[in-house]
């Protein structure tokens, strides 16, 4: 029997939060003077979502890496480090809108506990 994979569902409210903050940005540039401030309300959002998504969850991106390369016991370890980060430093992912510019309804270390689980399952799956 297949596992089933956890499955990550959008958090309206952040996501109306995300366009709140794209408008900001479009009106900060309308109010500098900027000739096409939706062009660079939309390239500043872009550089800000991709490069905190890339840089913050780190131990993470890696866990998912290693998990799609069917190397569990790797992945354990990455979601262990990304779990104990997101559990340290909780202001992070509590306010993951802002921060990691993520939508989900589950945090980071919510996340990585159930990948963990996950790969733990699969593991357990393979030994018999």
């Not at 540039?29 to 390239?43: I, N």
Request: glycine share 4%.
């Amino acid at each position: 029997m297949e596992s089933a994979k956890p499955r990550i569902t959008i958090n309206f409210l952040a996501l109306a939060l995300q366009l709140v903050l794209f408008f900001l940005f479009y009106l900060g540039f309308e109010k500098s003077g900027s000739d096409e401030p939706a062009l660079w309300a939309a390239m500043t959002y872009l550089v800000l979502a991709f490069g905190l998504r890339y840089f913050v969850p780190l131990d993470y991106r890696k866990g998912i890496r290693e998990m799609k390369l069917e190397n569990y016991s790797e992945a354990i370890t990455y979601f262990d480090k990304s779990a104990i980060f997101f559990s340290k430093y909780t202001w992070v992912d509590r306010f993951r809108v802002f921060t990691l510019f993520s939508i989900s309804k589950l945090s980071y270390r919510e996340m990585s506990e159930l990948h963990k689980a996950h790969c733990l399952e699969c593991l357990r799956q393979e030994k018999s």
